[in-house]
Protein backbone atom coordinates (compact mmCIF):
# COMPACT_ATOMS: atom_id res chain seq x y z
CA UNK A 1 0.00 0.00 0.00
CA UNK A 2 1.31 2.78 -0.74
CA UNK A 3 0.84 6.51 0.49
CA UNK A 4 0.52 9.77 -1.34
CA UNK A 5 0.02 12.96 -0.33
CA UNK A 6 -3.11 15.37 -2.70
CA UNK A 7 -1.21 17.72 -3.90
CA UNK A 8 1.11 14.81 -5.71
CA UNK A 9 -1.85 12.85 -6.10
CA UNK A 10 -3.23 15.55 -8.21
CA UNK A 11 -0.28 16.13 -10.13
CA UNK A 12 0.56 12.81 -10.79
CA UNK A 13 -3.26 10.89 -11.23
CA UNK A 14 -2.94 9.09 -14.34
CA UNK A 15 0.18 7.88 -12.95
CA UNK A 16 -1.59 6.32 -9.71
CA UNK A 17 -4.27 5.25 -11.90
CA UNK A 18 -1.88 3.44 -14.39
CA UNK A 19 -0.30 2.02 -11.48
CA UNK A 20 -3.38 0.30 -10.16
CA UNK A 21 -4.96 -0.98 -13.15
CA UNK A 22 -1.79 -2.41 -13.69
CA UNK A 23 -2.00 -4.25 -10.90
CA UNK A 24 1.59 -2.77 -9.92
CA UNK A 25 -0.30 -1.40 -6.79
CA UNK A 26 -2.87 -2.85 -5.20
CA UNK A 27 -4.14 0.17 -3.62
CA UNK A 28 -3.22 3.97 -3.43
CA UNK A 29 -4.22 5.92 -0.08
CA UNK A 30 -4.68 9.56 -0.86
CA UNK A 31 -3.59 11.58 2.28
CA UNK A 32 -4.25 15.09 3.15
CA UNK A 33 -2.05 16.60 6.22
CA UNK A 34 -0.44 12.83 6.59
CA UNK A 35 -4.13 11.63 7.41
CA UNK A 36 -5.17 9.12 4.85
CA UNK A 37 -8.37 10.88 2.62
CA UNK A 38 -9.28 8.49 0.37
CA UNK A 39 -8.78 5.01 -1.37
CA UNK A 40 -7.68 4.51 -5.00
CA UNK A 41 -8.14 0.86 -5.77
CA UNK A 42 -9.01 -1.18 -8.87
CA UNK A 43 -12.26 -1.41 -10.24
CA UNK A 44 -13.29 -5.12 -10.14
CA UNK A 45 -14.20 -6.33 -13.46
CA UNK A 46 -18.08 -6.51 -13.77
CA UNK A 47 -20.04 -9.57 -15.71
CA UNK A 48 -20.77 -8.92 -19.08
CA UNK A 49 -24.77 -8.80 -19.22
CA UNK A 50 -26.63 -11.81 -21.62
CA UNK A 51 -27.24 -10.96 -25.07
CA UNK A 52 -30.51 -11.06 -26.55
CA UNK A 53 -30.23 -14.32 -29.16
CA UNK A 54 -31.79 -14.94 -32.31
CA UNK A 55 -34.50 -17.28 -32.42
CA UNK A 56 -35.39 -17.36 -28.25
CA UNK A 57 -39.11 -17.29 -28.85
CA UNK A 58 -38.61 -20.23 -31.61
CA UNK A 59 -41.71 -22.39 -31.06
CA UNK A 60 -43.60 -20.18 -28.50
CA UNK A 61 -45.68 -18.66 -30.51
CA UNK A 62 -47.99 -20.09 -33.22
CA UNK A 63 -47.45 -18.87 -36.88
CA UNK A 64 -50.67 -18.41 -38.61
CA UNK A 65 -50.92 -18.14 -42.62
CA UNK A 66 -52.03 -15.40 -44.26
CA UNK A 67 -55.46 -16.88 -44.95
CA UNK A 68 -56.30 -16.79 -41.10
CA UNK A 69 -54.90 -13.25 -40.66
CA UNK A 70 -57.26 -11.56 -44.03
CA UNK A 71 -60.06 -13.39 -42.38
CA UNK A 72 -59.25 -11.34 -39.24
CA UNK A 73 -59.13 -7.84 -41.26
CA UNK A 74 -63.02 -7.45 -41.51
CA UNK A 75 -62.94 -7.95 -37.39
CA UNK A 76 -60.28 -5.67 -36.64
CA UNK A 77 -61.62 -3.13 -39.46
CA UNK A 78 -64.95 -3.31 -36.80
CA UNK A 79 -62.68 -2.82 -33.73
CA UNK A 80 -61.84 0.40 -35.38
CA UNK A 81 -64.98 2.10 -37.28
CA UNK A 82 -67.80 0.46 -35.44
CA UNK A 83 -69.19 -0.11 -39.16
CA UNK A 84 -69.37 -3.72 -39.62
CA UNK A 85 -68.12 -4.94 -42.54
CA UNK A 86 -70.41 -6.51 -45.49
CA UNK A 87 -69.00 -10.16 -46.80
Known amino acids: MRQVEM ?3 TSQLA ?3 AAVE ?3 EAE ?3 ARDGKPAARLVPIEPQPRPATRRLG ?3 GR ?3 HSDEEWEALDDAVAELFSGVKEKQ
Open 7 to 9: LDA
Open 15 to 17: RLV
Open 22 to 24: SGE
Open 28 to 30: IVI
Open 56 to 58: IAA
Open 61 to 63: YAI
